[in-house]
């Protein structure tokens, strides 16, 4: 089942990171289907911090290409990624202390929400941002 349908409003405009926005989609809808009552602990670890992973290594070309370019708002959309890299760190720990059972709407939903909320503001102003400046 799709959690997240990709929208080209996701894209920014730099291929690199459009890519990675697009893998980051597929991986956590990818999570999404492997959830459920029956999945084993083990592939929703290695799940967890897949996600984590690829999203932290997303998170630093975007911050990188931010700083290159003189982002005026990096400060703001950087503490935006670390909140997130901080909740889903969180998630992780719970999970491995056995506090999540319904681990696939609390992290699904979780991410759904703030990336759909991420793309269409802090991802859009900097797409608009990148158009203004040429870039």
Known sequence: MTLI???NEFE???????????????LINELHGNLGGDAEPALISGFLGEIYARISAHFALEE?????????AYTDHKAEHDELLDDI??????YEEGQYLDLDTTLAEHLKLWFSEHFRTADSRLHFFLERHGA
Do not use: C, K
């Open 5 to 7: 349908q990709w929208r």
């Open 89 to 94: 760190r969180d998630i992780m720990d719970a």
């Open 64 to 72: 990188r290409t931010m700083r290159d370019l003189r982002y005026d």
């Open 12 to 26: 920014i405009g730099i291929d690199s990171v459009d890519h990675e926005h697009r893998e980051l989609i597929d």
